[in-house]
Every structure is written in structure tokens, then in C-alpha cells.
């Protein structure tokens, strides 16, 4: 491949005079050249033909070197850089490059070097260009190559395959443009018409500067006329100055006479001047910290401006919780009022049933006794009646017998199988009473263990109502407890956030301030001290390395303009405490060619050699007006050490002819013992680096106070949230608690009303016992009375019939038997009633009053009466809180 800048055949003279052309190629990385890969012999001056079987890498070493030389590969997208990068097996290449090392004998590159390499450089996220191994810009290298005739405009100095047939195919037309491309009249055209262009242009500015012209010519007439005049009133003038010259010497020679009296006023006027400028330097002085509270409240008001924002946001989300929480606060008062009303109406609901219940006990009591006595009386007349109406029928039997029997034998042995039944019966009806008796008595007794338990377990529902009262007490002072330690949480919080944000803000006040200080700086001084302020900090040397001296002053607002006027750069030298970590910060900085900077080894600064400072009125040693920690008092004493600050620039010049020392005034100018003066005026505004150093330094003064504040916050923190899980599951143990009671409350209710059910079931069982017992002793008596007439009957020797006295005995029970009038039939009618009335009182009792108290006790043992209070109490505290939260944020 032959290069021809200058679009001109190869000759066999000019090939003798070595003309530019591709000497060797080196690639590296690029598309199938994996490894780095150059020519074995450089190439020659002539011709070079390239040749290789199909897929042996012709057409990338041809690439190769487009991508250096031609334009073709300018913009580079990152696909389209990790797409020339090699991709094959192995280790993946992340780097490619393409060094064409051109013939530079003739020159034509102006660089003084008989051969110029160019090496493009890729990766996936660079492209790199290096000129003779230095690095250098694309347009630097594209300039060159211009210029040694490798022109854009005209980019056939590299013929591609195909280019060749491609001219033989071309019209005449396209042929010819061709080679105005490449001979560049092409070029020609488009710059003559430019020049046209140019040429309109400057005959636009000729007409406008004929114009210009006539109106100086103008302006200058009218300058003549007032030179005229000015030459008059120089004359004028000259005429007036010698007069004024007579006049002067005249004052001059009586001022003289004033000149004494002046001097004594001066000398007077001095003394005041001094003490004028002692109060301008404390009002200065004033000012300066006037200055600084300004700033301070500045800041403090842009805080607040800043933090305004996020407080209307939370106020707004405060109260619209509010809003909410009080809504809420008033659905549960309104809630809390209705299930008191409930509460209320249902408690005396139930107090009204349990006294009608009692009372209708009472009253059952007192009419059970009634009927027992009417039933008594009632059952002593049936008794006596039945007995009465037996020993009749025995009679009438004995009357009747006679004619039944024709022997006594006969008749006593039909009595004897009857008074042999008789007992029979009397024997069973015996059987029955004892069973009777017995069952009555296990009745008496399971009713009496019915009234016991129920009476028992009342006593208990009771306890478990007074306990759940209890629990429900103690969930309220857990919830007011649960509040004030939300209330508290909340506080710490919002204290920890207080904090946080303050650290942030003190944080960006400090990058502010650091920002605003290195921008007085020179590039490579700011850049080479953070670089090692970085250093330090990585291999953890902030020990050693102590920062910049300015990092290290305090100076009143006074003397900041001569301090940072008198140090200069000086200020930023870097303090370390040992010479050994010096030399490596330098050397870093050196090696990694990261600016300038200055490292003062304090272990290697001299003690401070004492300088005899002037004791003078308005003299005062720069060393006594900076404050800094005692390490770093050598470093201040070297460069201020032969320095004073003077009140005034003759005080300035005094001092340093008669003491030899360095003087500076409050504003900056300066005059060194060599008696050099520098100054002038100054802007004060420039002397901010000790402010804004300052600024850093209590910006991370307060960042340290506020994170020093965190660790008792978090623990705070984490206490009061341990108090708030407690009381969390001390509340829901009292919760669980409670449901257990109100379950047991449940199981209680219901066991009273199983043992109520009970007793009235084992009342009404008594009541047929008893009935039963009655008809079994009755009929044990009339078995009794049968049996003993029955006996008497067959004692007797006769069958004649009844007697006299048993007749008369007949006809008395026989009246006895059939009166209705009679006393069985008064008691009988009083037991009915007794007994109706207690049926009905029963039935009352046992079918409505109790169903109705049990209905009552079931309906509060199962609605918690404590649950609307405490939802209640927790919203109206809820909103207690928020309302303070608003409060807070209003």
C-alpha cells in the first residue's frame, strides 16, 4: 500500500530521496489479530502488494490501517468499538490498537524525526490517540496529517478495493468530478465563490466606510474650530497661572507664618488620629463579628426556609390526620355514648329482672308454704275421708255377708284370703311409700344443690363482672400509658430526625464553604491537595497528614485581610507530622502528575529563634493574633514569624527600617524589611479564605456535636420502643385476659341458667313426689283400716250382721262420705286455688322472668362493655396527640 499526499505519481527520483510513505504497521487486539502482530520487514518506499489465502486477514490489515489513517472510523460508538475488539477463544481482549509508523525523511510531518508512529487506541468505553508514544488529541494528529497532505477534501490518498474498476465504469461527467476531487479544483470553485462572497461584502463595508468618512471630515471641522478655542483659553489659562503664581507666593509666604501653629495642631490631631484608629479597629472589630452573626442568622433563615416547606407538607398530612383522628374521635364518643346508653339501659334491665325475679321467688316462696298447708289440710281430710269411706265399705260388706255365707267358716275363710290380699297390698303400698320417701328425699336434695350452685355461681358471675371491671381499668391506664409512650417515641424521633437534618444541612454548609475555598485556588493546587487529602484518608493517615494550615487558624475578623495577605498561597501548605510521610505525599503527587503542592514536615521545622518586635503604639506580631493547636505553632512561626501588623503604612515603613521585620497593614499593603512595597488597593471581598475556612470548620464542628447526639437518641430510641412492645403485650395478655373472663362469663351465665332450669325441673319433680306419697298413704291406710275390720269381722262368732254401734258407725261415715258441705270439699277448693295460682306463678317465673333474665345476662356476657370507652379514650387521645403534632408544626 503506497501513500501519496500529495496526489502525485511515485517517480524513481523521488523514490530515491525516501518519500513519506507506510513504513511499518503493529496491531494488537484488532478484529482477527489477537496477539500483537507487525510486519517482518519494513515496507518499501515503492509499491508493497499484500497477499494471503481467503480468511488469512487482507482485508483487517487493510482496515488496520483505515482505521488510523482515514476518516472512516471518526465517530466511534461503543458497539461499534467492541466490535473491531477481537472475539475468538481465550481470554476475552479489552483493549485493541493500530500503530502505522510513517517515513518522515523528506519531513513533511513537522516533527523533527525521521519517522512519526500514530497509534489509535480502543476499549469499550475509550478511544485513544498517541503520537510517537505521547498522548495527543485526534484533531492534533488529523492537523499534522493535513498538513503533510492527507486532506479530507480530497480523500483518495488511500484507493479501496473496487475503486479502480469503479473509475473505469464512470461516465465522463463523473469521471471529471473525480478528478477535480482529486486534483482539487473542486475545491477552487467553492472557495472562489466564497471569495465572491467576500468581495460583495467588502464592497458593502467600503460604501458604509465612505460614509464614516464624510462624518469625520465633519466632526473634524468642528474639532478645528474648538482647537482654535482651546489655543485661547491656553493663553487664557497661562495668564491665569501667573497670576495665580503671584497670588500663591503670597499665601505661601503668610501660610508659612501658620505653618508652626499647624504643626502643634498636628501633633494634637496625631494623638487623637491614634485614638480614633484604636476605635475604628473596635468597631472593626464589631463589625466583623456583626458579619459573622449576620451570616449565622442568614444560614439559620435559609434553614428555616428550607425546612418551611417540608413543615407546611407535614402540618397538611398532620392535619388532615387530625381532621381524620377527630372525626374518628367523635363516631367513637357518639359510639361510646350509645353503648353507655345500651350499657345503662341493658344493666337495669337486668337489675329490674333479677328483683322481679326475686320478687316473684319471694312471693312463690311464701305461696308454696300457703299451698303446702292448704294440701296438708286437704290431704289430712282426704285422708280421713278415704279411711272413712274404706272402713264403710267393710261395714257394707259385713252387712252383706250374711247372706253371702251359711258358716262362719266359710265367711272366715273368704276373710282370710281378702286380709291375706289386704296385706299384700299393704306390704307393696309399704314398698312404694319407702321408694317414694327415697326418691323425695334425693329430689330434696338435688334441688337444694340446684339453688346451692346456682346461688354459688351467681356469687362467681359477680366476681368475674367485678374482674372484668378491673381488666377493663387497667387496658384504659395501659392505653394512657401506651399514648404518653408513643407521645415520648415520637418526641425521640423527631429529635433524631431534628439532629439528622441538622448534621445535613452543617454537611452541606461545609461543601458549600469547602466549594466557594477551592475555588480561590489554582487548578493544580486544589487539585493536587485533594488528591492528597484522598491519599491520607484511604491508607488511613489522617494521623499523620493534618490538612492544610489554614484548616488549623482562627483569626479575628480584624487582621483576616493582612494574615491571608501577608501568607498568600502559604496558607495551603499541607502539615505533616514526620518527614518520611511528607516525602511519600509528594512523591505521590509527582508520580501521578496531580498539580503542585507543599508539604512542611513539622519534626524537620526549626524551633522559632526569638524576634525582637517593636514595642510600639499601633505594632502588634502577626504570631499574637492567630490562634491555632499548639503542634502547629512551628509551621505558623515560619511563615509569620518575622511579620507585624501595623496600624497605618508610615507605621509600616518605620518598623521595617528600624527593625528589620516584615509590616503589613490591616488592608493589605505590605512593606518588607527590603524596604519593598507592595499594595494599593484591595478589594476586601477577595480576603474570604479564613472565613470560609472558619465556616468549614464549625460546620463540621456542628455535624460531630449533632452525630455525638445520635448514639443516646437510638438508644433512647430503642428503649422507648422496648417500653412500647411491653406495654403492647401487657395489653394483649390483658386483652386475652379479659375474652378468657368474658368466655367464662359465657360458661357461668349459662351454668346458672342450667342450674336455675334444674331446680325448677326438680320442683315440679317434688311436687309429683309428693302427690304420689299422699295417694300412697292413703292408700296404706284404707289397706290398714280394711285389714282391721276385716280381722275384727272374723274374731267376732256370729253371722247375724252388723251390730247396733255399727250401724250406727255406718250411717255416720255413710254422712260423712257423701256431705258436700263438708271440710274435704272447703280444703280441696283452697288447695286448687293455692295450687293454681302457684302453677301460674311458676310458670311465669320459670317461662318468662327467668328466660328473660337469662336472655339479658347471655346478651352482656357477651358484648364487651369496656370495649367503646377504650376505643373511645384511644381515638380522643389519638387526636390529643395530633392536635399537638399540628400544634408543633404550626
Known sequence: CSIHPSSQPCSPARLRHSIMHIKQVIIRGFKTYKEQTSLDEDFSPGTNVVVGFNGSGKSNFFQAILFVLSDQYSSLRAETRKSLLHEGAGQAVLTAYVEVVLDNSDRRIPVDSDQVAIRRLIGVKKDDWLLDGRHSTKAEIFGLLEGAGFAKTSPYYIVQQGKVSELTLMSDLQRLGLLKDISGAGIYDERRAEAAKIMEDTSTRRTRTK??????????????????????????????????????????????????????????????????????????????????????????????????????????????????????????????????????????????????????????????????????????????????????????????????????????????????????????????????????????????????GAQAKRQQLEQVERRLGELGREMRTLGEGLDQSSEQHRLLHQNRSRFMKEAELSRQEAHASQGKLESTLPRASRQAISAVSRWAEERGLQDRIRGTLLSHLEVTATFRAAVESFAGMSLFNILALDDEV???????????????????????????????????????????????????????????????????????????????????????????????????????????????????????????????????????????????????????????????????????????????????????????????????????????????????????????????????????????????????????????????????????????????????????????????PERAEEAALASARLEREHREAA
Open 211 to 452: 460614509t464614516l468618512i464624510e462624518d469625520i471630515r465633519e466632526k473634524l471641522k468642528s474639532l478645528e474650530d474648538e482647537q482654535r478655542e482651546l489655543r485661547e483659553c491656553e493663553n487664557m489659562e497661562a495668564k491665569k497661572r501667573t497670576l495665580e503664581y503671584v497670588l500663591a507666593d503670597r499665601e505661601w509666604r503668610s501660610a508659612q507664618d501658620r505653618v508652626e501653629e499647624l504643626h502643634t495642631r498636628r501633633v494634637e490631631a496625631s494623638a487623637k488620629l491614634v485614638e480614633l484608629q484604636n476605635q475604628v479597629g473596635a468597631v472593626r472589630k464589631q463589625a466583623g463579628d456583626a458579619d459573622a452573626d449576620l451570616k449565622r442568622q442568614e444560614d439559620e433563615r435559609r434553614r428555616a426556609a428550607d425546612g418551611l416547606a417540608g413543615l407546611e407538607t407535614a402540618r397538611d398530612r398532620t392535619f388532615e390526620a387530625l381532621s381524620n383522628a377527630r372525626l374518628e374521635a367523635d363516631t367513637e364518643s357518639r359510639r361510646q355514648r350509645e353503648s353507655e346508653d345500651t350499657s345503662t339501659t341493658r344493666l337495669g334491665e337486668i337489675g329490674r329482672a333479677r328483683a322481679e325475679v326475686q320478687a316473684a321467688t319471694d312471693e312463690l316462696a311464701l305461696l308454696r308454704s300457703k299451698a303446702a298447708v292448704a294440701e296438708a289440710r286437704f290431704r289430712e281430710v282426704d285422708q280421713r275421708r278415704q279411711v272413712a269411706g274404706a272402713m264403710r265399705e267393710q261395714l257394707v260388706a259385713k252387712q252383706g255377708r250374711k247372706q253371702q255365707y251359711n258358716t262362719i267358716e266359710e265367711r272366715n275363710k273368704a276373710l282370710d284370703e281378702e286380709i291375706k290380699r289386704g296385706a299384700a297390698r299393704l306390704e307393696e303400698g309399704t314398698k312404694k311409700m319407702a321408694l317414694c320417701a327415697e326418691k323425695l328425699a334425693k329430689s330434696e336434695e338435688r334441688g337444694a344443690a340446684a339453688a346451692a
Open 582 to 868: 511528607a516525602s511519600e505525599a509528594v512523591k505521590y503527587v509527582r508520580t501521578k502528575r496531580l498539580g503542585a503542592v507543599v508539604v512542611t514536615p513539622l519534626n524537620q521545622l526549626r524551633q522559632p529563634s526569638h524576634v525582637k518586635y517593636p514595642q510600639m503604639e499601633g505594632v502588634k506580631p502577626l504570631v499574637e493574633v492567630i490562634k491555632c493547636p499548639e503542634w502547629a505553632q512551628p509551621a505558623v512561626h515560619q511563615i509569620f514569624g518575622r511579620g507585624v501588623v501595623c496600624r497605618n503604612m508610615e507605621l509600616c515603613e518605620q518598623v521595617a527600617r528600624s527593625h528589620g521585620v516584615d509590616a503589613i497593614t490591616l488592608d493589605g499593603d505590605r512593606v518588607s524589611r527590603r524596604g519593598v512595597v507592595t499594595g494599593g488597593y484591595q478589594d476586601p471581598g477577595r480576603f474570604v479564605r479564613i472565613p470560609l475556612a472558619e465556616a468549614v470548620r464549625a460546620a463540621h464542628m456542628k455535624v460531630r456535636e449533632a452525630e455525638s447526639q445520635l448514639p443516646a437518641l437510638e438508644a433512647q430510641i430503642s428503649q422507648a420502643a422496648e417500653r412500647l412492645d411491653a406495654l403492647h403485650a401487657e395489653r394483649r395478655t390483658h386483652q386475652e385476659a379479659r375474652d378468657g373472663v368474658r368466655s367464662g362469663m359465657q360458661g357461668l351465665t349459662e351454668e346458672v341458667q342450667s342450674l336455675e332450669e334444674s331446680g325448677s325441673k326438680n320442683s315440679r319433680s317434688l311436687t309429683e313426689l309428693s302427690e304420689w306419697k299422699h295417694r300412697m298413704e292413703v292408700l296404706i291406710l284404707e289397706c290398714e283400716a280394711s285389714v282391721q275390720a276385716k280381722k275384727a269381722e272374723r274374731a267376732s262368732k256370729s253371722l247375724k250382721g252388723l251390730t247396733p254401734q255399727e250401724e250406727e258407725q255406718l250411717g255416720q261415715l255413710t254422712a260423712e262420705v257423701n256431705d258436700p258441705s263438708s271440710a274435704r270439699e272447703a280444703a280441696k277448693t283452697a288447695s286448687s286455688k293455692f295450687q293454681a295460682e302457684l302453677g301460674e306463678r311458676e310458670a311465669k317465673l320459670e317461662n318468662f322472668l327467668r328466660k328473660r333474665l337469662h336472655a339479658l345476662e347471655m346478651e352482656a356476657a357477651g358484648v364487651s362493655q369496656e370495649e367503646a
